[in-house]
T-cell receptor
């Protein structure tokens, strides 16, 4: 019940494409859902986050779609660039003060 | 505005040894969480410190311990190292209050146990 399931494991898109990464959770106590971007050898960097009271949030080229009834949320990267090539992690947070992370999606954007 | 800093960057130890990793939180933050990230995996929560006390702990053995100092910096100690402890150890800081759930990560310490 504490798991966050992330898919796909890896993704290859052409430059300008719109990669979509999906996450699903079970525990309805989760109330904050961030996405992190991680480059090799670096720590995760916060990209964008959403709370369950909204269905969509956009920040620059990054959009989160949230489906509370299905307990699913996804990250869309508009006009993807080779510099977006990285590993993306979704996470879920509850009042127990800790993040539960997904298993990660390795994205490669071809030039 | 300094972000989260960690030291050392890399560390090599042998089985059975003990290690101490250090973290300074982002300026203005008062809470520090530690995570272990094995190669190809997502970060796994170890524990969180606030007001110099451990607030929450993940599924890690007692070999993993920590400390938070009055200036909010923190240490992670691992005793009796095992090969399986080889991982990237991440520190994340946050601020108790409205943005408690927004955590910022440091660059990590790469620990290799031989």
């Amino acid at each position: 019940q504490q798991q966050v399931k992330q898919s796909p494991q890896s993704l290859i898109v052409q430059k300008g494409g719109i990669p979509i990464i999906n996450c699903a959770y079970e525990n309805t106590a989760f109330d904050y859902f961030p996405w992190y971007q991680q480059f090799p050898g670096k720590g995760p960097a916060l990209l964008i986050a959403i709370r369950p009271d909204v269905s969509e949030k956009k920040e620059g080229r990054f959009t989160i779609s949230f489906n509370k009834s299905a307990k699913q949320f996804s990250l869309h990267i508009m006009d993807s660039q080779p510099g977006d090539s990285a590993t993306y992690f979704c996470a879920a947070f509850s009042g127990t003060y800790k993040y539960i992370f997904g298993t990660g999606t390795r994205l490669k954007v071809l030039a | 505005d300094a972000g989260v800093t960690q030291s050392p960057t890399h560390l090599i130890k042998t089985r059975g040894q003990q290690v101490t990793l250090r973290c300074s939180p982002k300026s203005g933050h008062d809470t520090v969480s530690w995570y272990q990230q094995a190669l190809g995996q997502g970060p796994q929560f170890i524990f969180q410190y606030y007001e110099e006390e451990e607030r929450q702990r993940g599924n890690f053995p007692d070999r993993f311990s920590g400390h938070q100092f009055p200036n909010y910096s923190s240490e992670l100690n691992v005793n009796a190292l095992l090969l399986g402890d080889s991982a990237l150890y991440l520190c994340a800081s946050s601020l108790i209050g409205r943005d408690t759930d927004t955590q910022y990560f440091g660059p990590g310490t790469r620990l290799t146990v031989l």
